[in-house]
Structures are given as structure tokens and as C-alpha cells.
């Protein structure tokens, strides 16, 4: 891929124009495609939706998906639905901050509710669903990480 | 199945995969002799990954793992398959078995009245013929040889409501689109299943995805609509591919498109990804967020009926209830009906989580009691430990205490409880749940994942958690602070029930309430007072 930052996000842009209600679609193939939504982003996105750039930061900003930076290479969700807090998921959350706590690398978010609610606790490791998690098995799975 | 050879299923539900499903079909899928088809769930989950495999006595499942972890050899599938239908339907291969022989005949299903999840675990989701071959289709054929206000009373008549919490009566929702402003209508599924405890939407598109198709162009059909949307949250990537999939499928077989099977109908549906808001579960905010916006939810009315997504008039129904309407039209909304009691007709797929030995899914008749529920089916808590406290209906859901769990799960026996049933998900808690801790959860939850847009509940919640910050704090050693906290939160409920917008700031207190009022010793309260005043 070439160009600058401005043309790629014109050209991803551009593939949803013609949709209806258009603007998460196109949010998510920007992040999908250059990792992040950058602050800039908003003007462009403006521009080729004939939005405001006040209305593309605030959509922006209201949805938890839509980061303004990189990733981190490696990302841990854990769940802190009900489900899972009833066989444990709370105790897991807090100690995989702490785990990953000097870890650059490594970001730990709390997701509510990934569907998996009679196998918890359950956690995404690098956007794959894990069940039925303790200690050991994040460990396990997470090996290599540090 | 080919002579000589021998078919295994194995589920490619998130849940199965979560517990390592992939990696069984990954070695199975390489023996020569094994022909692999992935399946939805049967809804077994604490079994999964189940396998299935194909033999004269009908399909026969066993647990992916032994207890000890080895897994199930190629082997032992090939040496069930191809066993006479005289020989013992597990024996040596116990270890693996759990119980499990035929699956169908396994208590956990045998009990269950399968109508919306008939499917559920037996077709392969990505094949648009399999489930034509288990009667798909039949209802959108009969559909679309009645006048669209035949099939809108068709499904009046069959009683049903909508599966996604509310439970508004389907048949009136589709009566008042199809009556509504002449022009372009949309049909939208609402598939933005962020409740906890809840999966049966996530299930149902990822093991049969097609059913919702058939729903959704039977409703376009009964109403005039032209374009609908599934709204699927961005932390259901199996299922948003699973949709996709089918789509496809489904417009290359004709059944979307331009003049579908040659009829005058003509529909096409696209799958729209959520980006982590459960507010978006909210109908307004849901038409808000497809139209490009921040989800805030809207003031109504007006109702989506009649000016919904892009101010047109749209149907806005859950999965469940969109999935059920196939099997409605095929078999008559009347059969429906004789399912369920009073104003609760037919099914609920029930899903069953958190503490509990046999987690899963469960379709049953409207009626049973949560008890017979979570004990005769649940088997009880996965902990061994006591059961403290179910919470049914979501995290806006009440928390019902052991002694209270005799109420039938209907929408009439429900709400005279004062609980609701909401989307059928019912979590376990054993004796070592803190409610006091819980309520404020359900405080801090409401704070994190409010739009906004209305006072009550931004700050209402916001200064929940901040109040049952303090009553926790004192609960050991309650002195005037602690009642005067205790007041406060009671009232700040009661502005939250009553000033909120939507359903999320207004039922964010059940939750709280309940906990206070079942269980007021975690609140540092004498176990007799009751200061919730109600559930």
C-alpha cells in the first residue's frame, strides 16, 4: 500500500460511501486496515461522508472498540458479566492486571459479556474466546509473552 | 454418508471452540477415513467439545476430552460408527462418554421442546441445502403464497412476543409496519445480545443461521419491507461470519434477491458490526447506531414502527423471536399457540450460566419454575456449594433468593414477582456470592455502559456506586451514615425507575433492589428488614 495516511483513509472511506448509514462500517475498515482512528482521521472521514467533523469525534469517541492508537501486540479481554463473576471472573480480571501490569506489550481490557456464559470464566487472548480459564491455563496460553 | 467411510460432527459454536473444538476437528478432519461437518451446539455446553459421529443406532456423542485430557482417537469414532445397532451404545469407550449415548436421548435434550432451536447442532450452518433438508424454507414457501395480512395474522394468532425482553406481542409490532406510511420499510434484527447471561442469539446465527434469514424475508414479506439489517456485537466474530456466510448462501439459492423463487418479493439483508456499546441493545439506539450516530437512545414516541431507521417505518425484533416465525407459518400459528399458558404462548430458550453443573441451553414451554430450572436441569452449582441467588433476566435483572425460586418463568407469573424474565438468561450464584458487592456492580455496570443521554441514569448511576461504595465501607460497623446512605440509595432508585429514558437507567435498580431487599445482611442490615420496599 502507498500514499499518506489522508489518501488511505480517503480511499477505505470512499468503498462505503454510497451505504446506507455509513460511518461505523467505515470506521471499523480504517481501524481494520491502519490499526487505529487517528484524531486527523476525522476531517477525511468528514469530508467523504458530508458529515460534520464534530459528528465523525463524537461516534468516535462514544463506541469502546475504536482506539486512537496501536494495538499493543498482545491483548487479554476479560469478562466481568455476572456469568462469570459467579465462578470467579472478577479474581481473574484483577490478577491478569496485575500479571501483565510491567508488560508492555500486553494490554488487559474488561469486556462485559462474551456469549460464553455456562463455560466461564472466559477471556479473549489475542481476540481468541477462551473458557472454563484459571491461573494456570492463562499462563499456559499466555507463555512467551513477557 | 459414503460407504466405507464414517461422518463425525463437531460444533463450531464459540462456546465448543472456547474449550479447544477446534483443535479436535483439526485432528479428526485428518484421518482418511472420518468425513468432518461442523455443527452449531446442541446446547450441552458443560460436555463440549461434544463429537458426534454417525452410527446404525443414530447419532451417538461423546465428550471430546477424557477427564484426564487425552483426546478422543479417530479410532474409537470409527469403531462406534461401524458397531451394530445391537451393541451397548458407550462400554469401553466410557471414559469419554459422559453419559452420552444417543444424543437425542440424552435427559438434558430428551426433556426439551425444540421449535426455534430444532436445528440447533444437528445441520451444518454453512450449508444452505442441509438445512432445506431439515425443513428450511417451508414457511417463507407458504408465506409467500398467502396475502401479507394473512401472514402477519398468521402470526398474531400464534401468540408470540418478543424473545429480545420486552415481550410485545410480534403480530401487533408487524400489523402496525404494515399499516404504517406507504414507501420503503426495513426489517432489522436486533442481534446486539450484550446481556450477561445470555447466548442463545449468538447460538442460534452461529448453528442456524439461515432460520433467521427465513424470518427476517417472511417479515419483509408480511409488512412491505424491502431491506434489513442485522446488527451483530463486534464480541460475536463467529457469529457475524457465520451471518455472512449464509447471506451468501441464501442470495445464490434465490431466497434473497430480487423476486425471491420468483414471487413478488424482493428482500436482501446486510450484517451491520456493533463496536462495544450495550446500549446498543436498546432498540432506538440501535437504529441510531446504524444510521452512523452515537447510540443514544431516542424519545419515544414515535414508535420504529412507524418511524424507525432513517424515519421509515421498521420492524425491530430479536433474533429468537424472527427465528421462531419459520417454523410459525409452516406448521400454523395455532400449533404455536398450544405451547406455553395463558399469555405466554409458546417457547423460551432458555440459557442457563454462571455457577451451574449443566450449563447450556434449554428450550422448554413457558411454565417451568426457576428451581425445576437450574436444579432438575442445572443439576445445581458446578461448585457443589449451595445455591444463594439466581439472577434471571440479565444484569437489569433481579436476584432471586434461594427461597423464592418456586416462580414460574412465564412474563405473567414474572412480573407479578416483580422480576422480569427479560432475553431467558438465568445465572447461579453458590453461598459465597457477595450481593452488596453485585448490586454495586450492577451500579457501576449501568455507569460505564449509559449513553448519556438522559440525567437519571449518567449520574444516577454514577452516584449509586459511589453510595454503595460508603454502605459497603460501613456494613461491619452500620451507624447513622450507613441508614442515611441506605436512604439515599432507595431514592436514587426510585428517580432512576421513574426519569430514565429507556429500559437501562430504569431497570438498572431491580438488580439493586432485589439484592437489598432478599438479601440484607450483605448490606450490613438485620436479615428480617426489608429496605428495598420491593424486589
Known amino acids: ?146 | 454418508m459414503t460407504a466405507g467411510r464414517t461422518t463425525v460432527y463437531v460444533p463450531g459454536d464459540a462456546a465448543a471452540v472456547s474449550v479447544g473444538a477446534d483443535d479436535v476437528a483439526a485432528a479428526l478432519g485428518r484421518h482418511p477415513e472420518l468425513d468432518l461437518v461442523r455443527t452449531g451446539s446442541r446446547g450441552m455446553l458443560w460436555l463440549e467439545p461434544l463429537v458426534e459421529v454417525d452410527s446404525e443406532r443414530g447419532r451417538i456423542g461423546l465428550s471430546a476430552f477424557a477427564p484426564d485430557g487425552t483426546m478422543l482417537s479417530a479410532e474409537t469414532l470409527l469403531s462406534i460408527g461401524s458397531a451394530a445397532a445391537t451393541a451397548p451404545a458407550v462400554g469401553e469407550h466410557a471414559a469419554y462418554s459422559l453419559g452420552v449415548g444417543r444424543v437425542e436421548d440424552h435427559p438434558f435434550l430428551a426433556r426439551q421442546t425444540r421449535v426455534t432451536c430444532a436445528r440447533l447442532g444437528i445441520v451444518d450452518p454453512t450449508s444452505e441445502q442441509d438445512y432445506a433438508a431439515h425443513g428450511g424454507w417451508v414457511g417463507l414457501r407458504r408465506a409467500l403464497t398467502m396475502a401479507p395480512a394473512a401472514v402477519v395474522e398468521e402470526v398474531v394468532s400464534s401468540g408470540l412476543r418478543g424473545r429480545g425482553g420486552a415481550g410485545f406481542p410480534t403480530g401487533l409490532k408487524w400489523r402496525t409496519v404494515a399499516g404504517a406510511e406507504p414507501g420503503l420499510r426495513f426489517v432489522c434484527a436486533n442481534a446486539d445480545e450484550g446481556d450477561s447471561g445470555t447466548f442463545a442469539d449468538r447460538m442460534l446465527m452461529e448453528g442456524d443461521p439461515f432460520a433467521l434469514l427465513e424470518g427476517m424475508a417472511i417479515c419483509a414479506w408480511a409488512v412491505g419491507a424491502t431491506e434489513g439489517f442485522i446488527y451483530v456485537r463486534s464480541e460475536y466474530p463467529h457469529a457475524i461470519a457465520a451471518m455472512r456466510k449464509a447471506i451468501a448462501a441464501a442470495r445464490a439459492a434465490g431466497w434473497l434477491g430480487t423476486h425471491v423463487h420468483g414471487s413478488a418479493l424482493s428482500f436482501d439483508v446486510e450484517v451491520r458490526v456493533g463496536a462495544g456499546a450495550y446500549i446498543c441493545g436498546e432498540e432506538t439506539s440501535m437504529l441510531e447506531s446504524l444510521e452512523g450516530r452515537r447510540g443514544e437512545v431516542r424519545a419515544k414516541p414515535p414508535i420504529p414502527a412507524l418511524s424507525g431507521l432513517f424515519g421509515r417505518p421498521t420492524v425491530v425484533n430479536n433474533v429468537l423471536t424472527l427465528a421462531t416465525v419459520p417454523a410459525i407459518l409452516a406448521d400454523g400459528g395455532e400449533r404455536y399457540a398450544a405451547h406455553g399458558t395463558d399469555r405466554s404462548r409458546g417457547t423460551q430458550a432458555f440459557q442457563l450460566g454462571g455457577n451451574v453443573r449443566h450449563g447450556g441451553l434449554v428450550e422448554l414451554d413457558f411454565g417451568i419454575t426457576v428451581r425445576e430450572l437450574v436444579e432438575d436441569i442445572g443439576g445445581g452449582t458446578r461448585s457443589g456449594r449451595p445455591i444463594r441467588a439466581v439472577q434471571v433476566g440479565g444484569p437489569l435483572g433481579a436476584y432471586l433468593p434461594a427461597k423464592l425460586l418456586d416462580v414460574p418463568l412465564t412474563y405473567e407469573a414474572m412480573a407479578e414477582a416483580g422480576f422480569m424474565l427479560g432475553h431467558g438468561g438465568v445465572v447461579v450464584f453458590d453461598d459465597t456470592v457477595d450481593l452488596g458487592r453485585m448490586a454495586r456492580f450492577a451500579m457501576e455496570f449501568c455507569a460505564k455502559e449509559s449513553c448519556g443521554k438522559c440525567t437519571p441514569c449518567r449520574i444516577g448511576s454514577q452516584r449509586g456506586v459511589e453510595t454503595l461504595d460508603r454502605i459497603l465501607a460501613d456494613r461491619a460497623h452500620p451507624g447513622p451514615a450507613h441508614a442515611a446512605g441506605l436512604s439515599l440509595l432507595t431514592d436514587l432508585c426510585t428517580t432512576m425507575e421513574r426519569g430514565s429514558l429507556c429500559a437501562m437507567g430504569g431497570l438498572t435498580p431491580m438488580p439493586v433492589r432485589s439484592a437489598l431487599t432478599h438479601f440484607p445482611e450483605d448490606f450490613g442490615l438485620d436479615s428480617a428488614a426489608t429496605p428495598g420496599g420491593r424486589p
Open chain 1, 1 to 146: 500500500m502507498t500514499g499518506t495516511r489522508d489518501e488511505r483513509v480517503r480511499e477505505i472511506v470512499t468503498r462505503y460511501a454510497a451505504h446506507r448509514g455509513p460511518l461505523l462500517p467505515a470506521l471499523h475498515a480504517v481501524q481494520e486496515d491502519l490499526g487505529w482512528i487517528d484524531r486527523d482521521d476525522a476531517a477525511v472521514i468528514a469530508d467523504v461522508l458530508n458529515l460534520s467533523k464534530a459528528d465523525v469525534h463524537g461516534v468516535v469517541t462514544f463506541y469502546a472498540d475504536f482506539r486512537d492508537a496501536a494495538a499493543t501486540r498482545h491483548t487479554v479481554s476479560v469478562c466481568r458479566g455476572e456469568a462469570c463473576q459467579a465462578v470467579g471472573g472478577q479474581e481473574l480480571y484483577e490478577r491478569s492486571v496485575s500479571r501483565f501490569a510491567t508488560i508492555d506489550d500486553v494490554t488487559v481490557t474488561e469486556v462485559f459479556c462474551l456469549g460464553n456464559c455456562a463455560l466461564g470464566p472466559s477471556a479473549q487472548l489475542d481476540g481468541r474466546l477462551h473458557g472454563r480459564l484459571s491461573d494456570d491455563r492463562v499462563s499456559a496460553l499466555t507463555q512467551g509473552w513477557s
